[in-house]
Nanobody, 114 residues
Framework: QVQLVESGGGLVQPGGSLRLSCAAS????????VSWYRQAPGKERELVAG??NYAESVKGRFTVSRDNIKNTVYLQMNSLKPEDTAVYYC?????????????WGQGTQVTVSS
């Protein structure tokens, strides 16, 4: 059973930092592509960070890393702004033969406010 569990969200002041974690299980983690998305109220879900690509709005502030021993992907978020407020989701693209399966976590809320 595939599971993606995000954690690390919370309330932070503008200019602060948070590190989100996405713990994966139920598939071969090393072969999966894991990306981070976010969805703000009233807006569509958008890609924040994938493999070697970041949304323009977070470039230079957010960094993705992964630990294949712990089956975990991280999103380090620095210099946070109020417009970064959203629910953050991790997404895993898992190869299956000639196709891919996609899985989502339940999301973690990030609120940037003074």
């Amino acid at each position: 059973q595939v599971q993606l569990v995000e954690s690390g969200g919370g309330l932070v002041q503008p200019g602060g930092s948070l590190r989100l974690s996405c713990a994966a299980s139920g598939f071969t983690f090393s072969s999966a592509v894991v990306s981070w998305y976010r969805q703000a109220p009233g807006k569509e879900r958008e890609l924040v960070a994938g493999i070697n690509n970041y949304a323009e709005s977070v470039k230079g502030r957010f960094t993705v890393s992964r630990d294949n021993i712990k089956n975990t992907v991280y999103l380090q978020m620095n210099s946070l702004k109020p417009e970064d407020t959203a629910v953050y989701y991790c997404n895993a693209r898992v190869p299956l033969g000639f196709t891919n399966n996609y899985y989502w976590g339940q999301g973690t809320q990030v609120t940037v406010s003074s």
